[in-house]
């Protein structure tokens, strides 16, 4: 029972292409976010949502669309995938209001563009 | 720009001993800390944490020490287990609710038995 589940767990893609990763949390958290580890294993956030709402955009490109049809879902959409999308990708939640900033994360979306 | 380094890639330990792995940060708007663990192929799993306003948090074997002066943390664990060989990472936030977690690059521990 993945409190934090995306899927697909690996995606190998063309350049070009449009590829969507989905996240689910179970644990009634209220607000999700999307993490991109590169190569060189640095974990960074890219996006941030609570209650559906976006609060965080870190300077990605607009081909990275997030969305969130409710507070239990975040999925991330990517346009015309460049070489250097390539990485992979963890969502995470956490519930803010028990103020501490503990956030749980998926298992990652390995993304491979060729 | 590093806001939370590790500056030990790998560290190995014998099994039964003590692991100390560290962590520096250079915001001062931190205030929240907190240790992550990931085996292989799999995402980041919380290990424990610590707010600017304590100086240690223990769990079981593991121990987290927070130096606000010198902008500094470590992990202690003991004894250590082969099964606790993974990456370890530090993270970093400001406890103000809605905010990222600013993660270092990581430790690789090795438990040799």
């Known amino acids: 029972d993945t409190a934090v589940s995306q899927t697909p767990k690996y995606l190998v893609t063309q350049m070009g292409n449009d590829k969507s990763i989905k996240c689910e949390q179970n644990?009634?958290?209220?607000?999700m976010y999307w993490y991109k580890q590169d190569s060189k294993k640095f974990l960074k956030i890219m996006f941030s949502?609570?209650?559906?709402?976006?609060?965080i955009n870190e300077t990605v490109p607009n081909r990275f669309s997030p969305k969130s049809p409710d507070k239990a879902h975040l999925n991330l959409h990517i346009n015309s995938l460049e070489l250097g999308d390539s990485a992979v990708y963890f969502c995470?939640?956490?519930?803010?209001?028990?103020?501490?900033?503990?956030?749980?994360f998926g298992a990652g979306t390995r993304l491979s563009v060729l | 720009d590093q806001q939370v380094k590790q500056n030990s890639p790998s560290l190995s330990v014998q099994e039964g001993r003590i692991s100390i792995l560290n962590c520096d940060y250079t915001?001062?708007?931190?205030?929240?800390f907190l240790w992550y663990k990931k085996y292989p192929a799999e995402g980041p799993t919380f290990l424990i944490s610590?707010?600017?306003?304590?100086d240690k948090n223990e769990d079981g074997r593991f121990t987290v020490f927070l130096n606000k002066s010198a902008k500094h943390l470590s992990l202690h664990i003991v004894p250590s287990q082969p099964g606790d060989s993974a990456v370890y990472f530090c993270?970093?936030?400001?406890?103000?609710?809605?905010?990222?977690?600013?993660f270092g690059k990581g430790t690789r521990l090795s438990v040799i038995a």
């Open positions: 995470a939640s956490s519930q803010v209001t028990l103020a501490k900033n503990i956030q749980y």
């Open positions: 644990l009634g958290h209220d607000t």
């Open positions: 949502y609570n209650n559906k709402e976006l609060i």
């Open positions: 915001n001062s708007m931190f205030d929240y």
């Open positions: 610590i707010s600017s306003i304590k």
């Open positions: 993270a970093a936030s400001r406890n103000s609710g809605n905010t990222p977690l600013v």
